[in-house]
């Protein structure tokens, strides 16, 4: 009777007392348990072979134990033998599907690494028609579908990329990765690794070959120092350095200026910027006057997070704001980088639905200056590895980054080994391209280079663009995205103002910088000369007329501004304005069109205060042109306004 007793609790047991016929941690006997609780402790020690053997010994005794099932799975997961652990997961589901909803999910991360995208997709969501409480997991799981329909959507629609190491010798054995470009792309700065140390090299192209990279003795210490960000002009150069005794947190971003050919002291950016936190791969906008960075900091959406920086009026930075969650995530975002168009941002991210680990998105800022939804720069530019820091050209056609040379090369399983490659850039994720203005700026007399004030306007907008000086240098370098004109102005203190006009409005490409040189002419003494004329005719580029009109156009104001604010600093100036046409229509007619338009800007400045007895008009319509009449450029530039200075 006992024996039958026996037997019966058995087949109880068995059976599980709530009538399932599998058994979990909580209703094996003891004995088993404690195995199970050892198995496991081996597991999270990574000592899988010793793991898997004790859990496979248990269910040999003991089957269809779930969690022992699972436990398996999960090896096999962890061992990058992805099918075996689907199996195993599929084994659960046909017996213990009521167990845990959470297997779906698992499961689901399995088919997702073998490219099974719509079991994958099946599987998260019957996760989330089966788990209401878990947000986090939710959450991830509304991801992973995200990412399984990219996934699938991307292998199948692969972009154009065929990436090429740099030509030259800036690649070595050692590794080489975060580059940075200048404007001109004629230098670049790389990170270098040697060992555990990481140092700046800089390397200059010559004839399109990249040269030795030299050590930056100026910059470099016996610690380490890298993700670095170049300046435009080549000028300024923010760069990452840790465990500093003059840091703010573990790592802090420094700061250091080139004169000529050296690299001033570096210098702690700041507290306002740096904190107790990791700061590090940050990008400068064109203009220098806004700074991205990557940051662990509090206040953030997630693991890392991209914040932005605005110098302020007294050349300050402000405080750090985060780009918000369009661009943000709970994951990890780094290595920004910001086009010349300062509408364009590329970066990595870990939680954007991706190829893998860490993928490259480009993001474009709306009119509105928030960030529009970033996308993918797809198959086969992102993988399953990590994909590494993006540097953009000007002109938007080519891309520059990192590159596991051991993926070139078929070898897996091995360290890291880059190499800095480029590759044309598929036109969806182009920038707006961008070129740039390059002058040296003399004293018309001594022809020798001067510091003198630089200021850009957009004509659209009539807004600011961009503010510098050209230092004891005499120089300046300033790009300028195309699909708006700008107005350029340059001028100094005791000199008359210079300037220029770039209509780019229309203009989608161009290869070809803007190489100028201007000579300030200084404002003559009035008693200098007996003669009427003082001095020579000045162009003003950028006063801007109805067609075949003598009313002035809204793009003028910046420059008819200028000149007020010249004649109002000096109450003894009197100058006469100039109008010129080209030779479209007939003598009579272009010498009237040209004297109205030079009365028109007489009037604007008698209209702001400038008072008359200083002032005089005069047209010459087409009799004195200073270019060709036979193209649309030389037309444009003899149809202008002038003025001189007269006694």
């Not at 997961?89 to 779906?104: P, Q, S």
């Not at 573990?250 to 990791?278: E, F, H, M, R």
């Not at 993006?390 to 051991?406: E, I, S, T």
């Amino acid at each position: 009777m006992k024996f039958c007793l026996s037997i019966l609790l058995m087949i109880c047991f068995l059976v599980n007392i709530s009538g399932q016929d599998y058994l979990t941690k909580k209703t094996v006997p003891k004995k088993v348990k404690e195995k199970y609780n050892k198995a496991v402790k081996w597991s999270r020690a990574k000592e899988y072979n010793k793991a898997y053997k004790a859990f496979q010994k248990i269910l040999q005794k003991t089957p269809q134990f779930v969690d022992a099932d699972l436990m398996l799975a999960a090896i096999h997961y962890d061992r990058d033998e992805f099918a075996k652990a689907e199996q195993k997961y599929e084994e659960v589901l046909g017996y213990a599907a009521d167990y845990r909803t959470r297997t779906l999910y698992e499961i689901a991360l399995t088919e997702l690494k073998q490219e099974k995208f719509e079991e994958a997709i099946h599987h998260l969501e019957r996760f989330l028609e089966e788990e209401q409480k878990n947000k986090r997991l939710r959450v991830r799981a509304k991801n992973h579908i995200k990412t399984a329909k990219f996934k699938s959507y991307a292998l199948k629609n692969p972009v154009p990329f065929h990436p090429e190491p740099l030509p030259g010798a800036i690649n070595t054995p050692h590794r080489e990765y975060l580059i940075s470009l200048t404007a001109e792309e004629d230098r670049l700065v790389v990170t270098r690794r040697v060992g555990i140390q990481e140092d700046l090299y800089a390397s200059e192209k010559i004839d399109g070959i990249w040269q030795d990279g030299i050590f930056l003795e100026d910059i470099n210490t016996n610690l380490s120092e890298g993700a670095q960000t170049l300046s435009a002009d080549g000028k300024m150069l923010v760069y990452t350095a840790c465990n500093r005794k003059d840091g703010y947190g573990d790592c802090d971003l420094y700061v250091s200026y080139k004169s000529k050919d050296k690299w001033s002291t570096p210098k702690n950016i700041g507290g306002t910027i740096n904190s107790k936190a990791w700061e590090s791969q940050p990008t400068l906008s064109s203009d220098g006057n806004t700074l991205y960075f990557a940051s662990n900091r509090a206040g953030g959406l997630g693991n890392k997070d991209i914040w932005v920086t605005f110098k302020q009026a007294n050349g300050q930075w402000g405080r750090p704001k985060n780009l918000g969650d369009n661009i943000n995530t709970s994951g990890s975002e780094q290595a920004p980088f910001i086009h010349a168009d300062n509408q364009t941002l590329y970066f990595m991210s870990d939680e954007h639905p991706g190829m893998g680990a860490h993928d490259l998105f480009v993001a474009r800022k709306k009119n509105d200056d928030t960030w529009g939804n970033p996308e993918n720069l797809g198959y086969p530019i992102n993988t399953v590895a990590n994909e590494g820091a993006l540097v953009v050209q000007l002109d938007g056609k080519r891309a520059y980054f990192a590159r596991d040379r051991n993926i070139e090369q078929g070898v897996e399983g091995t360290i890291p080994n880059e190499d800095i490659y480029s590759f044309e850039l598929h036109e969806a994720a182009r920038p707006n391209a961008a070129t740039y203005v390059k002058a040296k700026v003399y004293d018309a007399e001594t022809r020798l280079l001067i510091d003198a004030q630089v200021e850009f306007v957009a004509l659209r907008s009539q807004k600011v663009f961009a503010k510098t000086h050209t230092g004891t240098e005499g120089r300046f370098l300033i790009c300028l995205p195309l699909g708006q004109s700008y107005a350029l102005n340059v001028n100094k203190d005791t000199y008359l103002f210079h300037s220029e006009n770039f209509a780019l409005e229309e203009i989608r490409a161009q290869t070809t910088p803007y190489l100028l040189e201007i000579y300030l002419k200084k404002i003559p003494a009035p008693s200098s000369s007996l003669k009427e004329k003082v001095s020579q005719p000045i162009v003003l580029r950028n006063i801007f007329f109805e067609t075949a009109s003598a009313v002035l156009l809204k793009a003028s104001l910046f420059e008819l501004h200028k000149l007020f604010r010249l004649l109002d600093e000096h109450p003894d100036m009197k100058i006469q304005l100039n109008g010129h046409t080209d030779d479209v229509g007939s003598e009579l007619d272009n010498l009237l069109l040209s004297e109205n338009r030079a009365k028109a800007v007489y009037q604007f400045l008698i209209e702001k205060g400038i008072s008359m007895e200083r002032l005089n008009y005069k047209g010459f319509g087409e009799s004195q042109p200073i270019d060709t009449n036979e193209t649309e450029k030389g037309r444009q530039n003899n149809r202008r306004t002038e003025f001189e200075i007269i006694k």
